[in-house]
């Protein structure tokens, strides 16, 4: 396995193993170092997660246009505006609009997880070859993670007193 590739896949472990312990209240509460240094390992991870999504989306496309130019790079370019977002508002302490951002960037970094259970199911019930459906997998896969993440954040955004 190459360098870069190794690289990016001990950044995707990363991502997967401590993104979610950063929305645990009781880690933050308990341990605000480990939260906080856990937390820059995350967006370091996920940067290089969003930079290899936008390069790789124009060199390993098996669905063409509609999966390179629409569907990997629209959500890799949100991912990383996500990204953004939230460590702006982190870094402004603004930690609602920072926690409703990482939610956002967390769920499409998810979002490829559900595109190959989606293309499972291409693959079982069409009779679209892979070039036809890989790009409408990822549409409905990141667009399912987008709408899911706004909902969550409606559901439970914290009101002011």
């Known amino acids: 396995m190459p360098w870069p590739h190794s690289l990016t896949y001990i950044c995707g472990y990363i991502f997967l193993l401590l993104t ?3 929305f645990s209240k009781k880690i933050r509460a308990k341990n605000i170092r480990f939260h906080r240094f856990s937390g820059w390992l995350v967006a370091a991870s996920a940067l290089i997660i969003g930079i290899t999504a936008l390069v790789m989306s124009f060199k390993m496309a098996i669905g063409g246009a ?5 569907a990997t790079f629209t959500f890799a370019l949100f991912f990383l505006f996500a990204l953004c977002k939230a460590l702006y508002y982190i870094r402004n302490k603004k930690i609602l609009l920072h926690r409703e951002w990482m939610i956002r960037m967390f769920a499409i970094g998810l979002a ?6 989606i293309v499972g199911l291409f693959f079982g019930f069409s009779s679209l070859s892979p070039h036809q459906f890989f790009g409408i997998a990822f549409w409905i896969g990141f667009t399912l993670h987008a709408i899911l993440a706004e909902v969550y954040i409606r559901r ?3 009101q002011p007193l």
């Open 20 to 22: 979610p312990l950063q």
């Open 66 to 70: 509609v999966e390179t130019a629409a």
């Open 112 to 117: 490829i997880a559900t595109v190959r259970p």
């Open 156 to 158: 439970y955004r914290y």
